[in-house]
């Protein structure tokens, strides 16, 4: 084989093999949402959202997720919002701004059942048991850094431009902030806020020794608080099958739900380049 | 001062030139101190974070001595622990799924750069980056059900066959072929940084400048040269911080792991022996172990130790994308 055709036939055989490992990853997500479907499906009944979990159900899980979840967002979401802000305006290019940057990133990928422990030290021993409330504190620590992320990310995006037109016509920097740059970046900031929620809808580790897990209807945070993970997870450890194929149809709920946050998100709301 | 730094000072909040009264001013202070605050809540959570874990975990440290990192005892009847056995399993899991990971990273990158036909790109990418919202329990329970008895069915008894009788090989392709164990956490973890770790390399391939590849094309490179020679030592820094920044998200991964690595407390060379990591292990043992028990301050410390590797590995990404990626 000369030369030419022997580089040839490196550059076929690698595009070759990279294109299967692109398949690869997409084989293995069809898969997972065909194993969800083919073992949830079947359990998904009308009693998975009318009974609680001591009852054959998941109606008290979905419903403690979505209190959690939501109450994460109302406490998270401002604060990574506002800190997100300063990074892209008031302390563009400072130090302090730069180890804050730093530090979120940290935070963003450091592992999710250290955030569970830390809510343990810090909530739970000195509150005396596992509660609701403090499943909720980490979940917004979940989603606190990814929301200083996009914001940041999407009010960088917003041409300086507009903001001196609104300085020049007198208006002070909170008001060109609040109805100036947040309304451009509106969209972006909204984007990160749902992929936030989606992430922490997914959780568990973090749960674990937080928020626990409750077999009843409840919606007193006080106490041990159901989730959908958390009852995902015990009810798979089961040896009663159908005990796991209510676990399965959990499974798939969740996966249904954060698969359609992002893709959502990614369609409809991504910024157009 | 040129426009553009008169215009950084205005975004800053200066009053813009000229301007002699701005109605409303007075709440900037206020807004700004907010700003500020919540910036900085940032750091007070990690650096509370890293307190309380060192302060729950220093009775356990302080009662077994240094010894606790590597002694690979872990017995709840007598009392006695280490971390040795979880911070191999952390290791090794995570070494294991880089090694999958990474190659397959940067053969997704190319495809999603070069090869694949532009309409589709986008699709594509896109059905990848959902593999990283996919919650890392379900990866676990779908990992129990499909790829522990694939594991254990096709992929463990061939390897085992085939070089169970090579002499160094030999410990690395030994033991029981369950399906469950090292490198079926591995794989799963793979799994799970790939979209990570290739969102990042095909950012920083996008940035190589088109007429260093165009140059490239022009001395007749092939497509794969081109991106072997020049996109890749282009990025390399920033390629290395990806891949750093997988290996940190690999080491923490907690549920999926917990539910295929087997659970087992011991050190084996063996990929598919069980074994335990630290993540696996705080969640697996903390529901039992009681408040200011010594277990529960073992487990803070393995958590503490959990955070310190993975704020290393994370810092070294972090500083190599950055100064990678300009």
Redesign the interface.
Known sequence: MDRLAR??S??YT??A??????V???I??A??LF??LQ?GLPALSSDIFTKAISDGGLLNAIVGSLLMVALALVIGA???I??G???A?????SR??A??R??????L???????G??V???VV?PTGGFSGWSGVVALA?II??VV?RTTEDMLSLVP?GL??AA??L??????V?VSVTWRAARTGIVTGILLSL??A?????PL??TA?GNPNLTFDLGQAFPSL?AA??QL?QVPDPAQVSI??AG?LL??AG??AL??IT??VLAPKK | MDRGAVASEVARGAPSPGARHVPGAGLDPIFKAALYGCSGLILILLASIVVLLFYGGWPALSHFGPSFYWSTVWNPVTENFGAGVMIYGTLFTGILALIIAMPMSFGIAFFLTEIAPVSLRRPIGMAIQLLAAVPSIIFGMWGVVVVVPLMAAYVEPPLIALFSHIPVLTYLFKGPASGLGMLTAGIILAFMVIPFITAMFVEIIEAVPTMLKESAYGVGCTTYEVFRNVSVPYGRTALVGATMLGFGRALGETMAVTYVIGNANRISASLFASGSTIASTIANEFPDAPAGSLRNQSLLELGFVLFVISFIVLAISRLLVRTGVK
């Open positions: 580089r040839r490196v550059d690698m595009k093999i990279s294109s299967a490992f692109a690869i990853s997409l293995a997500l898969w997972i194993t969800l073992r401002p604060i990574g506002m800190a802000t300063y990074l305006e008031a302390g563009r290019g302090f701004a180890a804050v730093f530090i979120n990133d940290i935070l990928s450091a592992p999710s059942i250290l955030i422990l830390f343990y030290q810090m021993v620590i606190m850094p200083v300086i903001r001196e300085f020049a007198g208006a002070p920097m909170w008001k902030i989606a992430r809808a997914g959780e568990t580790a674990l020794f626990f993970p995902i997870n798979a676990a399965w499974a969740i996966t954060v698969l992002n893709i990614r369609v």
